[in-house]
């Protein structure tokens, strides 16, 4: 799962705040990708599946990824970063 693709998720706090200083900066232009967790591990999924449905945890599907070595991802938000390093929310 995690060798074909990328999969990242962002907080709403973290999202909202840097829309604000996108927003609010002039010096900023173009796409930002905004994202604070990569998904790249089956731990990292389950995690994810726990939280979006707490009561359904014996319902999630098992894996044989446990100990399976992953491939780094290409992403990056340092764009982002750059912008949002005097933001204060």
């Known amino acids: 799962m995690y060798e074909d693709g990328v999969f990242?998720?962002?907080d709403l706090g973290f999202l909202v705040d840097t829309h604000i200083c996108v927003y609010?900066?002039?010096s900023s232009y173009g796409?930002?990708?905004c994202f604070n967790h990569i998904i790249n591990t089956q731990d990292d999924a389950v995690q994810l599946a726990?939280?979006?449905t707490p009561t359904a945890s014996s319902s999630l599907p098992q894996s044989d990824d446990y100990g399976k070595s992953y491939i780094e991802q290409k992403i990056s938000n340092?764009?982002?970063n750059k912008l949002m390093v005097d933001f204060e929310a």
Do not use: A, C, G
Request: zero cysteines; proline letters at 0%.
């Open 8 to 10: 990242v998720t962002v």
């Open 50 to 52: 726990h939280k979006l």
């Open 78 to 80: 340092k764009k982002l």
């Open 24 to 26: 609010e900066d002039v």
């Open 31 to 33: 796409r930002y990708l």
